[in-house]
């Protein structure tokens, strides 16, 4: 076949191929932004994202469990156990004791009493960990700090020296 012997020019598949890739380039387009959208907006690379997600996810059930008192329940969240109850022996990093003193509604440790309500106003990923600066009770000021650790998938205290100021990010 020569140059001179080339097919005829098919408008019909150029125009439904040129749909198909319109078509899913904008499929992707949307699943980007949906995905941007669900893990909360963040200001941070799209590869990041997954951990945002997963870590607001874990502190806003780990505080809607601490609002309703069930700190048995949150604690299990705390440490990513919820079957913590069958071997508490192995938890002595950060025992129920010593967790149900620091976030009890009746506990001097706690500087919020009663937490009724949060608001996850910062998150950033620092390191390996997701910091978020977390508002409790509607306090506009005295932001609590916590990281979550997407390997364990446990909550922790950032070290005091790396907080997030909810002051300089939007969210």
Do not use: C
Request: net charge neutral; hydrophobic share 40%.
């Amino acid at each position: 076949m020569t140059l001179l012997d080339a097919p005829k020019f098919d408008e019909a598949r150029d125009r439904r191929r040129r749909m198909f890739l319109s078509a899913g380039a904008g499929a992707i387009l949307v699943l980007f932004v949906a995905f941007w959208l669900a893990s909360g907006r963040p200001i941070d690379w799209p590869w990041n994202w997954y951990i945002h997600l997963a870590g607001r996810s874990t502190m806003n059930r780990f505080l809607a469990d601490v609002e309703q008192d069930n700190l048995q329940k949150a604690y299990g969240v705390w440490v990513h156990d919820p079957n913590w109850q069958q071997h508490h022996n192995e938890l002595k990093f950060y025992t129920f004791a010593t967790f149900q003193k620091g976030w009890g509604p009746d506990s001097s440790n706690n500087d919020y009493g009663t937490i009724k309500s949060h608001k996850i106003v910062a998150a950033r990923v620092y390191g390996n960990a997701l910091l978020a600066a977390i508002l409790i009770n509607g306090r506009k000021s005295g932001a609590l700090s916590l990281e979550y650790d997407p390997r364990t998938h446990t909550l922790l205290f950032p070290p005091p020296d790396v907080e997030i100021d909810p002051e300089s990010y939007s969210h």
